[in-house]
């Protein structure tokens, strides 16, 4: 099946539970509490005014390299507390599956790889692995849990955007489209469908592209969200800029909708999604990002120094960030104007950047052949 929720139904990287009832802010004598709907829970623990705050997510491979889909799994777990502007971890637990449909030989070569991303991405994110679960099972499957204790300063609802606020975005979509392209290069069939807008080397690229946007943590963006006094955020993973940009609309105290004019996307993946006849409606807002960027509410005039401090990169990552809509009032909801202006986003390079401290730099063929 295609990777990131593919259209023959393969499995779909959603997993979290966004769009819950149950998902509503409510006060608590102890602090803020908030429920399964968003990104993390809070819970306002019994003693010292803390807050145990954690996530869960896990899914299926969507990348051929082992390595990298650990580091992609890794910088998911983490995004979630990253959007509600948390920028340490205390500890992550590790859970994984392993196909019983793998010989012995593939198993000793990715298994080990995935384990070792997630482990250099959590130790990027200033947090080790301390335990986990694995089981074997009919797929691999890879992810974590992420859990912090902080005080109330440390994180930031996500329930204070006002009339005049504008939205801004801290990776480019595109993600299922560049994943899914690269997989059809084998496929006559579909590829035949969109070499007329795009190259092979061009696909490649942004397939490239895609991995390194996934195992980029959003840990820089979670800490300027305090310096630019950000009212509510999220990250846009399964259910694509609209349908995040919607249950963060919903979580909010204030009268707003949230409208979306531009839209970032990786080079030359719009036009492969019109080509494909409107492939996954990435121009609607409605395919599926995994590791996404922050989708974040600034007051205006602190937006534009927020990219710009984004792109200087306080650990030289250098990452991009785009205003893309506005905040006005309105009856918490979100759309995407009818035309909106893409953003052609150029590729930035190979992989090689995020897999410092990996001394078996990319994974050898095999175990990239054994994952796909």
């Known amino acids: 099946p295609d ?23 409510a006060s608590v004598p102890h602090g803020p509490r908030l429920g399964i709907g968003m990104d993390s829970c809070v819970i ?38 990253y959007a509600m502007g948390i920028t340490e971890c205390d500890n992550m637990l590790m859970l994984l599956s392993v196909s019983q449909k793998m ?3 593939e198993r000793e070569q990715v298994m080990p790889l995935m384990m070792k991303g997630f482990r250099d991405a959590a130790e990027e994110g200033g947090t080790s692995v301390t335990g986990g679960q694995t089981v074997i ?6 992810g974590g849990v992420a859990t912090v204790v902080c005080q109330p300063s440390d994180f930031i609802m996500p329930d204070g955007a006002i009339p005049g606020d504008v939205l801004v975005l801290t990776k480019p979509l595109g993600t299922q489209v560049a994943v899914n392209a690269h997989q059809w290069l084998d496929n006559p069939e579909k590829w035949n469908k969109i070499k007329l807008v795009i190259s ?11 991995m390194l946007n996934m195992a980029t943590l959003n840990r820089t963006a979670a800490a300027l969200m305090h310096k630019f006094n950000a009212h509510a ?40 999604s019109k080509a494909g006849g409107n492939l996954f409606g990435l121009l609607q807002g409605t395919s599926s990002e995994t590791s996404g960027g922050l989708l974040i509410c600034l007051p205006r005039e602190q937006a534009a120094r927020f990219c710009a401090e984004m792109k200087e990169g306080t650990a030289g990552d250098g990452q991009q960030a785009w205003i893309i809509g506005i905040v ?39 175990a990239q052949a054994a994952l796909a």
């Open 137 to 142: 099972n009919p797929w691999i499957i890879i």
């Open 3 to 25: 990777r990131q929720t593919g259209e023959d139904g393969g499995p779909g990287t959603g997993t979290e539970d966004e769009s819950s009832e149950f998902g509503q802010l």
């Open 103 to 105: 010989n012995d030989k």
């Open 328 to 366: 006005e009032k309105g009856t918490r909801c979100a759309r995407i104007i009818d035309k909106p202006r893409i953003i052609e986003v150029p590729y930035r390079g190979a992989v090689a950047a995020t897999q410092e401290g990996n001394s078996h730099g990319a994974s050898p063929p095999e």
């Open 200 to 210: 092979k080397d061009e696909v490649e690229h942004a397939y490239q592209e895609a």
């Open 233 to 272: 955020a999220t990250d846009i993973t399964g259910f694509g800029i609209i349908g995040h940009a919607r249950n963060l609309a919903k979580q909010q105290r204030n009268d707003v909708a949230f409208v979306i004019h531009n839209l970032p996307i990786i080079s030359k993946m719009a036009a492969v």
């Open 44 to 81: 306002p623990l019994r003693h010292g005014g803390l807050s145990l705050i954690q996530t869960t997510d896990f899914f299926y491979p969507l990348v051929e390299d082992p390595y990298m889909m650990g580091r992609i799994a890794c910088a998911n777990v983490l995004s979630d507390l």
